[in-house]
Nanobody
């Protein structure tokens, strides 16, 4: 059973930066595309960014383009989300998810194979 564990969330001032990590268990992690999603209180879970298995294909939500960067280190079974120029509207619980579909597939659905438990990011104004 594959498990995903997010870390790196916390409280940051607007304009600041955070780096989230998604650590996966299982030897086949490198074959999966991974995405980051976020859910603010009372709102639906939204796509943020995704990356394919090799790291050379990425997608971003328009709201985070130019501010967030997704990357992965398959040797460490970890996917990162570097977040800069944070805004109060970035406040949410951030989840990572993995699926055998490609990076684009993760932009189209929330019905993905594996999900983490989430990590809270709070951006103060």
């Amino acid at each position: 059973q594959k498990q995903l564990v997010e870390s790196g969330g916390g409280l940051v001032q607007a304009g600041g930066s955070l780096r989230l990590s998604c650590l996966a268990s299982g030897r086949t992690f490198s074959r999966y595309a991974v995405g980051w999603f976020r859910q603010a209180p009372g709102k639906e879970r939204d796509f943020v960014a995704s990356i394919n298995w090799s790291g050379d294909d990425t997608y971003y939500a328009d709201s985070v383009k130019g501010r967030f960067t997704i990357s992965r280190d398959n040797a460490k079974n970890t996917v990162y989300l570097q977040m800069t120029s944070l805004k109060s509207e970035d406040t949410a619980v951030y989840y990572c998810a993995a699926d055998a579909g490609g990076a684009y597939y993760l932009t189209t659905t929330r019905y993905l194979e594996y999900w983490g438990q989430g990590t809270l990011v709070t951006v103060s104004a």
